[in-house]
């Protein structure tokens, strides 16, 4: 159900993947192994529910879900980078101190484990030209056009399956600029 979940997102359908995660929610029989990952997945709808993509509400506390993710948190070049992208996306337009304490960490992490993840680096790039930028959202589009087009140009030429966006990086952003 995880998979069909991520087509369904990444077709851009994202009532119908609402539904689809409220229903395998509401199962409680998530395997143990995909615990984490199902709580990644809950942190993205949530997300998806604040900035308008989706109708519906979900349970979701952040500090909670920080703590339910140790795992995750470790694996320093596979999912943490959700973690590292949702500790932004989610303080959008509630937090702004919280992303700015963060950005050298942010910086730091992604020199360091994202050189090969090509979108995930740029993604997190154009994330902190927000701060960059004042949360502005007319002089944040206009400074990251080109981080954009590279994040176009990159997803036509993803081949690694590893490193399997749960909502793509080009809807988390027009999501993102919708929030400012």
Known sequence: IFYKLIAVLHYGDYQKAYHIFKVADSRRQINPAMREQWL???????????????????????GKFLNEVPIFTADKQGSNIDIII???????????????????????????YLRE?????TF?????????YNFD?????????DLFKTLK???KNQT?????????????????????
Do not use: P
């Not at 997190?124 to 960059?132: E, F, Y």
């Not at 966006?165 to 952003?173: G, N, S, T, V």
């Open 40 to 62: 990644i997945v809950r942190a993205y709808i949530k997300f998806m529910t604040n900035c308008g993509m989706m109708e519906g509400r979900t349970h979701f506390k952040f």
């Open 86 to 112: 949702l500790q932004i996306l989610l303080r959008i337009g509630e937090d702004h101190g919280g992303i700015i304490d963060r950005v050298e960490a942010i910086e730091r992490y992604s020199r360091r």
């Open 117 to 121: 993840n090509v979108r995930a680096r």
């Open 124 to 132: 997190i790039k154009m994330l902190l030209k927000m701060v960059k």
């Open 137 to 145: 959202k007319e002089c944040i589009i206009a400074n990251t056009g």
């Open 153 to 155: 140009e990159e997803g």
């Open 160 to 180: 690694n399956v590893s490193n399997l966006e749960i909502i793509l990086y080009e809807d988390l952003w027009e999501c993102a600029l919708a929030m400012l």
